[in-house]
């Protein structure tokens, strides 16, 4: 049976452009496609972070649990963005929940997979984790504005 | 000099000069109030000159002078007669064209429905304004250009100011706070006046030479005894004029300023003056450009009788700025620098002028002494930032 | 309070500080801190026309007066439409008021947003919070002359979904008209299905041609200066990009110098202002 490599299909997302071919070939080694239904829980808090995604189609919400207030969503994840970055370092477990909010379809890479290619080859390394600043960046720029509550009543 | 005659009306032109002795100097106040106008005018209260309802020359600071440095105003006795031989003081005529408390409009609310009523046209006051600096005729054309030139058009403040008469003075000196002619705005009274004097003291001998500047101002004079100005007359008055100019109690470089002061949002001398100043407002009280002011809704204890009154405010104050929650200028320093920014920079782009007609009044009356035009010293002189972006450089 | 059966106007003078009487005839409540209120002249001659992002300033009899923008369609005018919070004395009693009460209305001023500009091209319509009051206006514009324009994409984001306005119409033009909608929150409950973050991440995938848009953006100040950070990141150029200001006002027609940001007066420079005309003191601390 031929496998259709997934090559083609990360070559597509902006999140890697730019990389070189062999690159884009360990990366593509590590990875996989799967499917989550509505409401489908992706990951819960605690659980090990063995694998991050990119969300090729849907929305995802990251939530915590809190006590009094129930699931709290602080955040969603769409088309062509990237969850989950608790893998990058120890104790890589997941430090919230992660629930599909709609049919979605995503790339999961393996954690410890990629981590270890990243380990032998310090210029994929490089590569992977610029793009992950890139991320953190965006999204710790977002959350601020979140924090500052704009919208609230002295806004 | 010509002997005295009245000339017919019709022979006194606009821009022909005249002059009228002391002694004839109460006729030109008689020949105002002839003409309907209430004469307002300086005089003494309180250790200070200031603008009031005059009912005679003797009303007039006879003899005064005025002394006047940073966060001082002190009055001194001449050694003449002079009626004009002083500056400005903390009064300055928008307390009369631009009253620090109006009544806009009363409405009514009863059984029958809600009725708005226009502040009655009662006090439809005609001035007389005796005694108006150079300086003075430029804020007054510059509070014309919020109040009348603009999209919209103050009603009371159009009345006042069109039945007002001008009678200017040309200064015979200097204050010690003075710097009109840096702005541009003096000594010399150059138009906007219906009469301009210039007070001529000379041994014993004591008359005023007058420039008519309106048909109007022609007509009031022509009652008032008077005969054609020599040249004598003309060239002591330049003479005064000329002494004046050179000694300027203050001066301020206004070469780009607007640019100086728009790409110095954050230089350090802001937070030097915070250390002294009060927010106490009094330099825009005096101010004769400040214009700002708040509306007050009130009621009566029925509930039935609302009025809306408009009073004079000041961008010193916390509230000034307030929106939902908190005040955009929270600080002094962001008060100062808005009050300092506007008269100097800002104001140019919005009115075509500066707001800064150089009569000191902010620097006598400010209770620590700040001079405005030892602020803008400072920042010109540490301004070690040249403009690198296009909104540094200022507005479009 | 008394019965106000009719109402008389006295005063022929063309006072820009004389309000007009206006009855409410609707109050609507829609968040739990944000209610519109629907108001027609009491002259039924009285003739009245707005553009979309003009204000009124409002009177509440003897208590006081706020400028707030007018969220009703320009072709329904005279009927106007007043969306505010409560977060003073004077709107704390005018959401006291009910259908048959008297306000003052003064107006309307300021600069509008150009939508007449925006023919031929893409239209990104940004609002945070009660901004998208303002903004509907242009929105009822935009929507009557429909084929005027290329995509017209609306970003919406609040606090919670609680607090999002006019949630049944939106879900109308959704249905509707040729109208992109995002929605966003900026925190839910499990309940919520949509987006969750500041409206500034839907920006870069929303489906709008940068190179040939014109942007209108109203919410807190905050909000404008991210969104129009991440537009001009996405190639929209500075020269088509309008927010709407809003500061202190006494007066609403220049004279009071309360609304004073930098050289312009907001009730008659803005409130809608092109950015380019504001992006230096825009974001400049206690300007």
Redesign the interface.
């Given at each position: 049976m031929t496998i259709q490599t997934l090559e083609p299909i990360l070559r597509e997302q902006p999140f890697f452009y730019g990389l070189e071919g062999r690159h884009l070939e360990l990366i593509t080694g590590c990875a996989k496609n799967v499917h989550f239904e509505a409401g489908q829980v992706i990951f819960r808090e605690g659980d090990p972070a063995d694998q991050f995604y990119l969300v090729r189609e849907g929305l995802v919400s990251v939530q915590f649990v809190i006590p009094h207030r129930g699931l709290t969503t602080v955040q969603t994840v769409g088309e062509g963005e990237i969850l989950g970055w608790s893998w990058l370092f120890p104790p890589y477990r997941w430090h919230f929940d992660a629930r599909a909010q709609q049919p979605t379809r995503a790339l999961a890479f393996d954690a410890e997979c990629l981590r270890k290619k990243c380990e032998e080859d310090h210029d994929l390394g490089y590569e992977v984790f610029r793009r992950f600043m890139f991320v953190m960046v965006e999204r710790l720029e977002s959350t601020r504005l979140q924090l500052l509550d704009m919208y609230g009543n002295n806004a | 000099m010509g002997s005295l005659r009245a000339v017919s009306p019709e022979a006194l032109q606009v821009r022909n000069s005249v002059v009228i002795e002391r002694e004839c100097f109460a006729q030109l106040l008689q020949a105002l109030a002839d003409h309907g106008y209430e004469v307002i005018g300086p005089t003494v209260r309180e250790g200070a000159i200031v603008y009031e309802r005059l009912t005679s020359t003797q009303d007039l600071p006879l003899g005064w002078s005025d002394e006047q440095t940073g966060g001082k105003y002190r009055l001194k006795r001449r050694d003449d007669d002079a009626l004009f031989g002083y500056v400005v003081g903390p009064h300055s005529w928008k307390k009369f064209l631009h009253p620090p408390l109006q009544q806009?409009?009363q409405?009514e609310?009863?059984?029958?429905?809600?009725?708005?009523?226009?502040e009655e046209a009662q006090a439809r006051p005609k001035y007389a304004f005796l005694g108006v600096r150079a300086c003075e005729l430029h804020a007054i054309a510059i509070q014309d250009k919020?109040?009348l030139e603009?999209?919209?058009?103050?009603?009371g403040y159009k009345s006042r100011r069109e039945n007002l008469f001008l009678v200017a003075v040309n200064c015979g000196q200097a204050g010690g706070n003075c710097f009109c002619a840096s702005m541009d705005t003096g000594p010399k009274v150059t138009s906007g006046y219906d009469l301009a004097l210039t007070e001529l003291l000379q041994g014993d001998r004591h008359s005023f030479l007058v420039d008519v500047g309106t048909k109007r101002g022609a007509e009031v004079l022509s009652a008032t005894p008077h005969r054609e100005a020599a040249d004598a007359d003309k060239q002591q008055a330049k003479r005064l004029l000329e002494e004046t100019t050179r000694h300027m109690g203050r001066r301020l470089d206004t070469c780009g300023i607007k640019e100086l002061l728009?790409r110095n949002?954050e230089h350090p001398q802001w937070d030097k003056v915070t250390e002294r100043c009060l927010s106490c407002a009094n330099c825009t009280m005096v101010c004769p450009t400040c214009?700002?002011?708040?509306?007050e809704?009130?009621?009566d204890l029925t509930?039935?009788h609302?009025e809306?009154r408009?009073r004079w405010?000041s961008?010193f104050t916390v509230d000034?700025?307030?929106?939902?929650?908190?005040s955009?200028?929270?600080?002094p320093?962001?008060r100062y620098?808005?009050w300092m920014t506007?008269k100097l920079?800002?104001w140019i782009?919005?009115f075509g002028v500066s707001g800064c007609v150089g009569c000191g009044r902010c620097i006598s009356w400010c209770p620590v002494g700040i001079d405005i035009t030892v602020e803008a010293a400072a920042i010109r002189s540490s301004d070690s930032v040249k403009p690198t972006t296009?909104?540094?450089q200022?507005?479009? | 309070m008394l019965e106000q059966p009719e109402v008389v106007t006295a005063g022929l003078v063309p006072d820009p500080m004389l309000p007009t009487p206006y009855r409410i005839q609707r109050v609507k409540q829609e968040t739990d801190d944000t209610f519109t209120l629907e108001l027609l002249p009491e002259d039924s001659s009285h003739k009245f026309s707005f553009e979309p992002g003009q204000f009124n300033m409002v009177y509440i009899f003897g208590v006081g007066e706020v400028p707030i923008s007018i969220s009703s369609d320009p072709n329904d005018a005279p009927l106007l439409k007043h969306t505010t919070r409560v977060v003073g004395t004077v709107t704390k009693a005018m959401r006291q008021l009910k259908r048959g009460d008297t306000i003052g209305i003064r107006g309307p001023f300021g600069t509008h947003w150009p939508v007449e500009d925006a023919g031929g091209h893409d239209v990104v319509i940004a609002a945070g919070g009660i901004g998208l009051a303002p903004l509907r206006p242009a929105l009822y514009r935009l929507m009557a002359e429909r084929e005027k324009y290329r995509k017209i994409v609306l970003l919406y984001g609040t606090r919670t979904p609680e607090d999002m306005l006019y949630r049944h119409e939106v879900e109308q033009w959704r249905g509707k008209f040729d109208l992109e909608i995002q929605v966003t929150v900026d925190r839910a409950a499990s309940a919520w299905r949509g987006n969750v973050g500041v409206v500034t991440t839907m920006i870069p995938r929303a489906p709008f041609d940068p190179s040939n848009t014109l942007a209108m953006i109203c919410g807190p100040e905050v909000m404008m200066r991210f969104t129009v950070m991440e537009l001009l990141k996405r190639g929209v150029t500075a020269e088509r990009i309008y927010l709407s200001g809003e500061r202190n006002m006494k007066c609403g027609i220049g004279f009071c110098g309360h609304c004073q940001f930098g050289p312009t007066f907001v009730c008659k420079d803005g409130p809608v202002f092109s950015y380019v005309r504001i992006a230096s003191i825009l974001g400049k601390s206690e300007v």
């Open positions: - | 806009l409009w409405a609310r009863n059984g029958k429905g809600t009725r708005v009523l226009p919020v109040l603009g999209q919209f058009i103050d009603p728009y949002y214009f700002c002011t708040t509306v809704d009130v009621t509930g039935e609302a809306r408009r405010d961008c000034f700025s307030y929106i939902h929650g908190g955009v200028r929270a600080t320093r962001s620098r808005q506007h920079a800002t782009d919005q296009e909104a540094e200022g507005f479009a | -």
